[in-house]
């Protein structure tokens, strides 16, 4: 594999403007076909180098190549006694540019952080070949509008992120992941959950046969960690037990049950809606009425709902229809919870809709000529009451 480096990706971009091609950038290329980005076999490929460009351990701060593999950064990092505090989805070879450009936080992130809390700055090449350097190398560093963010979770549709500077953390000594099962009904469990909250990664996993189960990372020191597994009991998890150091260092295997909770097929349509959380029962009652095939995660504290409705190959008959059953739910999730529900398709192909106009402008500054990937799905706004 030939890596490029980022005046060699400027010039491929601006090459493939003069030719009339696009361009997208490849990482590990674990999870080419999954996410909103139309596919493209024309293509010109690029791939980040990895390595290191600057590590200060004092100022818990590191920035590194895009293709520097997850795997690599845990390694420098954790002789340092530090971690990036990210748990995404897919393996330990998985590439930080490609993390940055899907933001990939996943469930049970360490203290629930984002890649957006974590991305101090990025170098980018934008769709006219531009080097752009948004953000910076310390932690309070954004000025005006923050590009920082908007190319967080983009997919490359706006640029091509060729290095990022993160926030690092400490390893805390102990980092459990704790789990039971919730024996009764979800409008009972969930109030529950609220009253007991804890400062935790919190998440209710539904699959379609068994009966909700409650997972939660403790992490800190002995003190800490402990007084949290009692908050987790107290919110009412049947045999709650530690099930062993969970896998969020990006070390793992798929035994785990941060690992279990990770794994999304490509192929999936993967919503997420969002209520108050003292609504969540009804959006939870929804989701399953609407999608009976699919696996339900429940946040208590954003009162978050993610459903992952499998192929239809393989499962039901979502294909076609799936923009109509998208907005039943949305309808039913409204009405059932009495509150504003907002939804985005976080994954796949339904519903396909014009782009925002908002979005569409972005996407016509930063890749005028459209050499860059662009995006397949995009939720239209009646998704957003
Ligand atoms: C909702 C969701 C579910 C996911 N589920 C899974 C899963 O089940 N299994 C799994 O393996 N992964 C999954 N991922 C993706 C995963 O978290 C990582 O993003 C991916 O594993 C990174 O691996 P990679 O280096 O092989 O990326 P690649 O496969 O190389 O790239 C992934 C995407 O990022 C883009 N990209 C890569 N590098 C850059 C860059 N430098 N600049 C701009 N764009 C770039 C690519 O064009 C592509 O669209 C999921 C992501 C999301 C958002």
């Known amino acids: 594999m030939t890596v490029h480096t980022t005046p060699d990706i ?33 293509a010109r490929v690029v791939h980040p180098p990895g390595g290191v460009i600057a590590y200060t351990p004092g100022d818990l701060v590191i920035t590194v190549h895009a293709g520097t593999t997850m795997q690599e950064l845990a390694d420098i990092t954790g002789t340092e006694g530090q971690m990036l505090a990210l748990a995404p989805y897919g393996s330990p ?19 629930d952080l984002t890649v957006r809390d974590l991305v101090l700055g990025l170098t980018v090449v934008t769709g006219t070949g531009d080097v752009v350097r948004p953000g910076g190398t310390v932690v309070k560093n954004v000025a005006g509008f923050d590009l920082v963010r908007l190319h967080t979770g983009a997919f490359g549709t706006l640029g091509i992120l060729t290095a990022v500077s993160l926030r690092l953390h400490a390893t805390p000594h102990m980092d459990h992941v704790v789990t ?26 539904l699959a379609p046969d068994g009966p909700p ?49 990770r794994h999304v097929a490509p192929d999936a349509l993967v919503l997420r809606a969002r209520t108050q959380p003292a609504h969540g029962a009804a959006l939870i ?86 050499v860059l990937p662009r995006r397949r799905a995009v939720p239209p706004d009646s998704f957003r009451p």
């Open 213 to 261: 189960q409650l997972f939660a990372r403790c992490t800190g020191n002995t003190a800490r960690a402990s007084a949290l597994r009692g908050l987790v009991q107290a919110a009412g998890a049947r045999d709650a037990f530690t099930l062993g150091p969970s896998d969020t260092s990006a070390s793992g295997t798929h035994e785990t049950p941060a690992a279990m909770l």
């Open 93 to 111: 070879q998985s590439t930080i540019g490609a993390v940055v450009a899907t933001a990939s936080a996943a469930p049970l992130a360490y203290d």
């Open 285 to 370: 009652a929804q989701a399953r009425h609407h999608f009976p095939e699919a696996t339900v995660l429940f946040h208590p504290l954003r009162g978050t709902v993610r459903i992952s409705v499998p192929a239809p190959r393989s499962h039901g008959d979502l294909g076609a229809d799936a923009d109509a059953r998208v907005a039943a739910f949305v309808a039913g999730a409204t009405t059932a919870a009495g509150a504003a529900v907002s939804v985005v398709v976080e994954q796949g192909a339904a519903p396909c809709r014009d782009a925002h106009p908002l979005d569409a402008a972005i996407k016509r500054s930063l890749d005028p000529h459209g």
């Open 180 to 205: 039971g099962t919730l024996d009764d009904a979800p409008d009972q469990w969930v109030p529950r959950l609220i009253a007991n909250r804890a400062p935790l990664p919190m998440l209710v996993r």
């Open 10 to 42: 400027a010039a491929m971009v601006r090459h493939a403007v003069h030719d009339s091609a696009t361009v997208r950038a490849v990482g590990s290329g674990t999870w080419l076909s999954g996410g909103p980005v139309a596919a493209d076999a024309t």
